[in-house]
């Protein structure tokens, strides 16, 4: 199963409707995936499911559930101070290490309203992702200036949707 990772717990943020976009695309090549949002984390999951708590907390295992069982993920990825958004990190930290990542497939999607479309957040995460053991799809899809490529839940951008086009099907055959 692919797992579309909304990458931030932001209340109605751009990364989800970039979810759904990627979700519909993954349809569109006959394949199922869900949706794991970082909204449905707990509130308090950094005290109650991490280090010492691990595995207390029934709404965190069943999300880390969800990525322990997938074997792709599509990482969608917003751009936080020149990175990556904290909540992400501190969900795969949260994750069981090594095994929860190891050996399984992942592509990334960097979002900004900026104009480098979080290049930095993904190597960022693509760093983290390699130490984990995560094999990372060398394409990866940027999607810039999003209140002008991203709208009503479709990539206006020919050369955007083009690239994540392509980066769905080569993380089909990945």
């Known amino acids: 199963m ?14 989800r409707e970039v979810a759904d976009f990627y979700k519909k695309l993954l349809l569109q090549n006959d394949t199922e995936s869900q949706i794991l ?11 109650s499911a991490l280090y010492q708590n691990s595995g207390k907390n029934e709404q965190f295992n069943s999300l880390r559930a969800i990525m322990e069982n997938s074997t792709k993920y599509v990482f969608i990825v917003p751009e936080y101070n020149n990175s990556y958004p904290g909540v992400l990190k501190a969900f795969i930290d949260g994750l069981s290490y090594p ?13 900004s309203d900026g104009i480098q479309g979080n290049v930095l957040g993904l190597s960022h995460l693509t760093d983290v992702l390699n130490y984990l053991g995560t094999h990372v799809l060398a394409q990866k899809v940027r999607i810039p200036l999003m209140k ?10 020919a050369f955007i949707h083009q690239l994540i ?5 080569l993380l089909l055959q990945f």
């Open 2 to 15: 692919i797992t579309i990772v909304s990458g931030t717990n932001r209340p109605e943020s751009k990364s």
């Open 37 to 47: 949002d970082l909204m449905d984390l707990p509130a308090d999951f950094t005290f």
């Open 99 to 111: 095994n929860a990542l190891i050996h399984k497939k992942c592509a990334l999607v960097g979002i």
């Open 148 to 157: 002008k490529n991203f709208m009503e839940g479709e990539i206006q951008d």
């Open 165 to 169: 086009s392509e980066q769905a099907r």
